[in-house]
């Protein structure tokens, strides 16, 4: 079955970075885009960024612009988020989806545990 695993979460000082793995299994990992999604505390989740099969990227949320990026490991069915110079907004449990097809227009459909990053002094 389709598994999505996060990892790398964390408490962080504000000003500071961490990479967040999604380690999938279960399907053709290569077949499908893949996005990073968060959720703050009694806020809905909210897209942050994806990444397509052909290594394309979409950015859903202008305060990531430039603090965040995506990339895929297809060799090991790994997607990463690298989050830099993050501020206590950033704090969230972040999730991993995997897309229903190629590209980041599809809805995800399978869904992480989810992965808490704090960012506190």
């Known amino acids: 079955q389709v598994q999505l695993v996060e990892s790398g979460g964390g408490l962080v000082q504000p000003g500071g970075s961490l990479r967040l793995s999604c380690a999938a299994s279960g399907f053709t990992f290569d077949y499908y885009a893949i996005g990073w999604y968060r959720q703050a505390p009694g806020k809905e989740r909210e897209k942050i960024l994806c990444?397509?099969?052909?290594?394309?990227?979409?950015l859903y949320r202008d305060s990531v612009k430039g603090r965040f990026s995506i990339s895929r490991d297809d060799a090991n069915n790994t997607v990463y988020l690298q989050m830099t110079s993050l501020k206590a907004e950033d704090t969230a449990v972040y999730y991993c989806?995997?897309?229903?097809?190629?590209?980041?227009?599809?809805?995800?459909?399978?869904w992480g545990q989810g992965t808490q990053v704090t960012v506190s002094s």
């Open positions: 989806g995997r897309r229903s097809g190629r590209g980041c227009y599809a809805p995800a459909d399978s």
């Open positions: 990444i397509s099969t052909g290594h394309g990227t979409t």
